[in-house]
């Protein structure tokens, strides 16, 4: 038996760090944290001292048992848990729950899982820091406090099963108010004027003037004045100019960088990089400082001088915005400068490289460039155009990487190569051009501009950006936008061989592909807090409480202190609220109902955003219709909203069975008897006749049409959302790029279906046929328990070949969602 118990929280860490450790060591996984507040009560003592009351959750059960044997028979029990708050707190609940005793456990950390790091740290213990579990225990307790309380108040005054979150509130918020700007904003038109120039050695260039012209009539009358202009240099400038480096990465900036040159969510940021940690690659990855070590800095010059010289060797020192900087003392950084790229996945290897790039670049020489402007006169007397040029000197870090940029404006400056230019040089125009440009609406908010905004508001901390994105839209308070973009036109005016000569072209524009656009319900919750709510979801509120957490991490403040003067005001105000304000369903109204004559309008309803003519008070009760996929409560239209009432619409028979269109939950469709068939996307149903909709039935009986027969049973192909794939006997079998799709042989049909087999045969771990319930393989490691139609998930923890049926009934009796039961009052019988 090991003389030394290591703690760590993941498996794969725990892996990593026992090849560095000898026999002596034994290393064990927490699993994270072990212990938490209960799911269905509140458990804080909001009477007394605000203590938590946590809990072993009971799939933590088996692990921290486990635990406290291990513990029992080790000589030293070692606490290496992240050096964060939350893995601060991760190991004061293992010292509480294993019972450890203080003389035989020592607490570490380190930032990086390396041979040098983790011995360092096992000659460096330390004790718990109770300042920073404090920390961690009074942002989990604030946040309890508010969800537990604003969530059944959501349920009373807006719709059932809503939840609010101190951050995530906030953060719905930012994009509710970024919305808004968008729908009041107007665009205002005005034309831009690019020239093409060409030098007495007869080179081309382009210019243009530094502001846009106001209207078409002044553009076009720049344009008749310059139609016989001669046109010279008027004056030349040529100034030295330097780029740096931007700092190492911090969480957020990776996120935000592997956005935007990636393309990766946060939460697969997040993912990815604590893989790469735990496999020892790269230094913690939650994290405010941009500081790298002494060491770190060296092997980063040592790397630099042998890949690419000297010269291109600079050690700098930065400086972070960050207060508290969540007590990491270093920016990530891979742990071996030497290791360029590695080998792993496609998405680790590449977010390798990028923190390899970044961090390398961070400690190089500066760019050397040569920028030089000229101004070009007009012999019509009107404004001079500027051209600018650029030219590369040294490259510096430039030679390793460059910083991506959020903006997305198509109109931003151009520089480039200038040909040879002296003042005075007479140049020949070839063509001017005056394009219309509208004024651009804010831009939508993308997962990592977002995070970037969190920051600079002081919202939240490295640990928690990539949750709060992720449960928003787990909510449906924000979803992520499909649509690609209108088509608008604008005016060019060209003058060429001094003839001005005007023609439409289209643009697309407005697009949300991909960024954070607030649903209707998102827009009704975050309403209805801000009105009610307004001090929870202050930016600057929400701000001050970061910073107290900080404060209580460096022992300036009691925890327990902030809880009791943050519940007394925020208790009785709930209370007020949930007795006296009126219920939020966004309503609108939009007309009147020319037959009725009874009000239209928009609201939230049970089942989500719908149209309703006439009102509760009505003798007759009102009408009723589900918005569409594409509309919102706040932009639906009176002629929009009345069509919906046509739908469902009939449009005839055809081979016997009745034809309807209709509106459904994931968009319009076609009914033809039992078969649905979904329309193209943005085709209006109210459109669509008999004769198109029997072509799309057409289409869908093709499609479902059987290609081959095996075993007895029809197999059918088609594409869905993970793309191609067979049918066969009630399974769907994925066809990967191995196979020609459209050109399947017998020969391909009976391997994916075979192969399917084994497959779902390899998957099950038990199979009590008798009871009806499996035991199979998930993914992750994971397993699932069915029964019928419930699924229960298993965690890593538990080992599923093990469980005997009575194990996993008895783990069905306490999971499986219980029926949902209508009581009826009875009247009681006097006997």
């Not at 480039?416 to 140049?427: D, M, R, S, V, Y």
């Not at 469902?648 to 459904?664: H, R, S």
């Amino acid at each position: 038996m090991a003389k030394n118990l290591v703690i760590v929280e993941s498996p794969a860490k725990a892996k990593t760090i026992e090849k560095f450790l000898g026999e002596d060591y034994k290393v064990e996984s927490s699993f994270g944290h072990i212990a938490d507040l209960p799911s269905k009560e509140l458990g804080v003592n909001v009477e007394g001292d605000f203590k938590a009351n946590y809990i072993v959750s009971d799939d933590k059960k088996k692990v921290v048992k486990k635990l406290k044997d291990l513990a029992k028979k080790a000589e030293m029990v070692w606490l290496a848990s992240d050096e964060d708050r939350e893995g601060e707190a991760i190991a004061w609940h293992l010292e509480q729950e294993l019972g450890l005793i203080p003389e035989r456990t020592k607490r570490i950390v380190f930032h990086e899982i390396t041979k040098t790091a983790i011995k360092r740290a096992i000659e460096n213990p330390r004790k718990i820091d109770y300042h920073l579990v404090n920390a961690q225990q009074a942002r989990r307790v604030l946040d309890r406090l508010v969800g537990y309380e604003l969530s059944p108040v959501l349920w009373r005054k807006v719709k059932g099963g809503l939840s609010a979150g101190r951050v995530q509130s906030v953060s719905v918020r930012l994009i509710v108010e970024r919305e808004r700007e968008i729908q009041k904003f107007s665009a205002e038109a005005s034309y831009r004027v690019d020239g093409t120039f060409v030098n007495e050695n007869g080179k081309s260039f382009k210019g243009k003037l530094p502001k846009n012209i106001k209207s078409r009539n002044l553009a076009e009358d720049f344009l008749t004045k310059n139609a016989t202009a001669q046109f010279k240099v008027a004056s030349l400038t040529t100034k030295p100019a330097s780029k740096s480096p931007a700092p190492p990465f911090t969480t957020s900036t990776l996120q935000q960088e592997a956005s935007r040159k990636l393309y990766f969510s946060v939460s697969k940021t997040m993912t990815l990089a604590q893989r790469l940690y735990e496999a020892g690659l790269i230094t913690y990855m939650r994290t405010d400082s941009v500081n790298l070590s002494v060491d770190a800095k060296n092997a980063a010059k040592a790397e630099i001088i042998s890949a690419y010289g000297e010269a291109f060797s600079k050690e700098r020192n930065y400086k972070g915005k960050s207060k508290g900087a969540q007590e990491a003392h270093e920016a990530i950084r891979p742990t071996d400068f030497s290791r360029h790229t590695v080998n792993m996945d496609r998405d680790q290897a590449r977010l390798y490289e990028l923190i390899w790039k970044r961090a390398i670049a961070s400690q190089m020489s500066e760019a050397k460039l040569e920028r030089t402007n000229v101004q070009i006169a007009s012999s019509a007397g009107t404004d001079n155009f500027t051209a600018n040029g650029e030219v590369l000197k040294f490259e510096g870090f430039l030679k390793v990487y460059l910083e991506g940029q959020d903006d997305e404006d198509a109109d931003a400056e151009e520089t480039g190569l200038l040909p040879a230019l002296k003042e005075g040089e007479i140049l020949s125009n070839t063509v001017i051009t005056a394009t219309e440009r509208f004024t651009r609406p804010p831009y939508r908010y993308t997962e990592a501009s977002l995070v970037k905004k969190l920051e600079e508001l002081g919202i939240g901390r490295p640990s928690t950006y990539a949750p709060t994105i992720t449960t928003i839209q787990n909510r449906k308070y924000v979803e992520k936008g499909t649509v690609d973009g209108k088509e608008r036109s604008y005016d060019v005016l060209t003058l060429s061989r001094g003839e001005v000569v005007a023609k439409k072209h289209t643009e697309t524009v407005g697009s949300d592909k991909g960024k954070l656009v607030p649903t209707d319900v998102g827009m009704v919750v975050n309403d209805f807090l801000v009105n009610h709510f307004e001090n929870i979801l202050d930016y600057n509120f929400t701000a001050k409480v970061e910073r107290d957490f900080d404060d209580i991490a460096e022992g300036k403040q009691e925890w327990t202190t902030m809880m009791k003067e943050f519940y007394q005001k925020f208790h009785p105000h709930v209370k007020d609220v949930e007795k006296n304000a009126d219920r939020e369903v966004g309503e609108r109204i939009l007309g009147t109902d020319p037959k009725t004559g009874k009000p239209v309008s928009v609201r939230l309803g049970k089942f989500g955003p719908m149209v309703q003519i006439g009102t509760v008070e009505d003798e007759e009760k009102p009408q009723f219709a589900s918005l569409g996929p594409d509309q919102q409560l706040n932009s639906i239209t009176f002629e929009e909203a009345m069509d919906l009432f046509k739908l469902p619409k009939d449009l005839g028979v055809y081979e016997g069975e009745d034809v309807q269109v209709n509106n459904g939950r994931f968009g319009p469709y076609v009914r033809f008897g039992k078969m649905f068939v979904s329309l193209p996307k943005g085709r209006d149903p109210m459109d669509v006749d008999l004769d198109e909709a029997i072509v799309y039935i057409k289409e869908k009986q093709a499609a479902d049409a059987p290609i081959y027969t095996y075993e007895n049973l029809p197999v059918q192909k088609g594409t869905g959302r993970f793309g191609p794939f067979i049918k066969w006997n009630g399974m769907f079998i994925n066809v990967n790029k191995k196979y020609d799709f459209d050109n399947l042989t017998d020969a391909d049909i009976i391997q994916l279906i075979e192969d399917k087999k084994q497959k779902e045969i390899d998957k099950v771990i038990h199979n009590f046929e008798a009871e009806g319930i499996r035991v199979e393989k998930a993914r992750w490691g994971r397993s699932n328990i069915i029964k019928g139609k419930i699924k229960i998930e298993l965690p890593k923890t538990v080992d599923a070949s093990k469980l005997t049926l009575e194990e996993v009934q008895d783990i069905i009796e306490k999971q499986a969602p219980k029926k949902k039961t209508t009581r009826k009052k009875a009247t009681a019988k006097k006997k």
